[in-house]
């Protein structure tokens, strides 16, 4: 609460963070002349943390995870698709944790967990504005140099199995149905991820995607429907994800036949070249639209450094793109789309009792 105070009092607006698969993000704007007070409490904030509000907190997350999953249809089919998804890496587990982890953890935990995983090597900071680089470098080994070194976090050992065989899972729900669709893919690091990311486009790109175009325009059977080439993260090896909500009147059954027809003709014909550079003009589009501000430059060179080592692949994946070609687009479909790595999940309606 004071260090919110402090940095609201000083100018700072939009303090909050985030929590997902491969980063925990702290973030807020502060004006530029505020920028040594934003070293010290930045850094103060990673040397000499305060856990006096961890049980309260806690509850917080343990609240958030009962809103987003447990009196959510989709959270708990999403909860019911991952861990069904994977049987033994971590993408297995939402980012909230289950209830009685979340319940039965203590501060002690929380303190060795710190300990083990902020040390300077494991942080990215990332600072855009109106500030001098030079001066900005000097604040950083002024104030950040102080937090002691340490051994950088272990890795992840466990290797997700090979899948062998469709695997599907299904939620009961009387609500809105919905349905999930994922196939196994390789990490950010593949030579086919930026394939993989216009072949997502040309299939779901907005209003002139094919699956929105057949499921929600023309068939009528589906109220949204799209394609996520990485899913639930990247760093590791994840999943190629599509998602439908059925229209009143329309099954699951039927937008999984009707995705599953679209899959297989993508596997047999090519895009056409216009699809093709539509879907690049895009994927450019929206990167000059995520640098169109100072928060959003900050993040997105945060983001990438933190996952390839080189803020760098922020503007070269511009080039990867601008290499692809129709020919690259079907051969990622028919290599990865496959029913051996295939996973279902969707909500169906119960039987009621007497029925």
Do not use: C
């Amino acid at each position: 609460v004071l260090f919110r105070s402090i940095v609201e009092s000083n100018g700072g607006v939009g303090m909050n963070a985030g929590t997902a698969e491969d980063a925990t993000q702290y973030f807020y704007s502060f004006p530029s002349n505020r920028i040594e007070l934003w070293y010290l409490l930045e850094s103060e904030r990673f040397l000499r943390p305060v856990f006096r509000q961890f049980y309260k907190e806690r509850d917080v997350v343990r609240e958030e995870r009962r809103m987003r999953v447990e009196s959510s249809p989709q959270g708990k089919l999403l909860e019911a698709f991952l861990s069904t998804a994977f049987a033994a890496h971590p993408y297995k587990n939402m980012p909230g944790g289950w209830a009685s982890d979340i319940e039965s953890f203590r501060r002690p935990e929380a303190e060795a967990f710190f300990k083990r995983y902020y040390t300077p090597g494991n942080i990215t900071v990332s600072i855009a504005g109106d500030v001098d680089p030079a001066s900005a470098k000097k604040l950083a080994e002024k104030y950040f140099g102080r937090i002691p070194a340490g051994p950088l976090p272990p890795p992840v050992r466990t290797v997700e199995p090979p899948q062998e065989g469709e695997k599907r899972v299904a939620v009961a729900s009387a609500a809105q149905p919905f349905l999930i669709i994922g196939y196994k893919r390789p990490d950010q690091h593949s030579p086919d991820d930026a394939v993989l990311d216009v072949l997502a486009d040309v299939l779901s790109g907005g209003r002139t995607g094919i699956i929105y175009k057949e499921l929600v325009r023309d068939k009528k059977i589906a109220l949204a429907a799209e394609a996520i080439p990485t899913f639930p993260g990247g760093k590791y090896p994840g999943m190629f994800l599509f998602f439908a909500v059925p229209g009143q009147g329309h099954s699951v059954e039927e937008n999984e036949n009707a995705i599953n027809e679209i899959i297989e003709r993508a596997k047999k014909e090519k895009p056409d070249q216009a699809a093709i550079e539509r879907v690049k003009t895009k994927l450019r589009a929206t990167l000059i639209r995520k640098l169109g501000s100072n928060s959003g430059l900050a993040e997105e060179l945060a983001t990438y450094h933190a996952a390839y080592g080189d803020w760098r692949k922020l503007f070269t994946e511009l080039d990867e793109y601008n290499k692809i070609t129709a020919d690259d687009v079907l051969k990622a479909a028919q290599k990865y789309l496959t029913v051996e790595t295939r996973t279902v999940g969707y909500t169906y309606a119960p039987m009621q009792e007497g029925k």
